[in-house]
Structures are given as C-alpha cells and as structure tokens.
Nanobody
Framework: VQLQASGGGLVQAGASLRLSCTAS????????FSWFRQAPGMERAFVAA????????YYANSVRGRFTISRDNAKDTVYLRMNNLQPEDTATYYC????????????????WGQGTQVTVSS
C-alpha cells in the first residue's frame, strides 16, 4: 500500500485545514487508516483513526471535538478536517495504514505517507 498525503500549510490560530491521504495498492488488507503527528523533538503521536470497513472513528483527547476523520472508499482517500487550529497543533502530519488491531500505536502501522507540514501561528 502506498500513501500520498497533502493539504498542510501555514495558518493562523482558529483557522481550518483539511488533509487528504490517497492510498493505492492492496487496500483490502487494511484495517485502520490513521493520522499521526510529530513535532520537533517529540515522539510521533496518534491523532485520529478510522476503520477502513465500518464506521468507528477514534481520536486523541487533544483533538476530539475539533478534528474529524472521514473516508471515501470509492476514492481510496482518508481526510482529516481540522478546525480551530492552535499553535500546539503545529507538527508534521503523517497518514498511516495498518492491518493490525491496535489503532493507537504508531509502531503497529505497516504503511506511511511522506508527511505534510501544518504550522499554526498565534
């Protein structure tokens, strides 16, 4: 599975962005599509996940209520809508795909996109 992420940028606090991640290859093996983020000097952190087949979504406490993950299976694309962005959301955002059952741990993910930078100014 290959993942291509896009949609990052530089915004002011309170603004919104939508990230996209398009998958190609054998997506039938995927259980979860997720977004992680990594700020300089920090460990990669879970942001949100969605089951590739089915409706459940999962969020980190820090983004719940502001971010929404969604998928379009027909387009093999996962989106992350980010509202009310804050400076602490500044990071490189990575989309990832996993065939395993733990959606929260970055080391359980088999496939990664190249990362897209999100910078939020105050």
């Amino acid at each position: 599975v290959q993942l291509q992420a896009s949609g990052g940028g530089l915004v002011q606090a309170g603004a919104s962005l939508r990230l996209s991640c398009t998958a190609s290859g054998r997506t039938s093996s995927v259980n979860y599509f997720s977004w992680f983020r990594q700020a300089p000097g920090m460990e990669r952190a879970f942001v949100a996940a969605v089951r590739w087949r089915g409706s459940p979504t999962y969020y980190a406490n820090s983004v719940r209520g502001r971010f929404t993950i969604s998928r379009d299976n027909a387009k093999d694309t996962v989106y992350l809508r980010m509202n009310n962005l804050q400076p602490e959301d500044t990071a490189t955002y990575y989309c990832a795909a996993s065939s395993k059952s733990d959606q929260y741990s970055w080391y359980e993910y088999d496939y990664w996109g190249q990362g897209t930078q999100v910078t939020v100014s105050s």
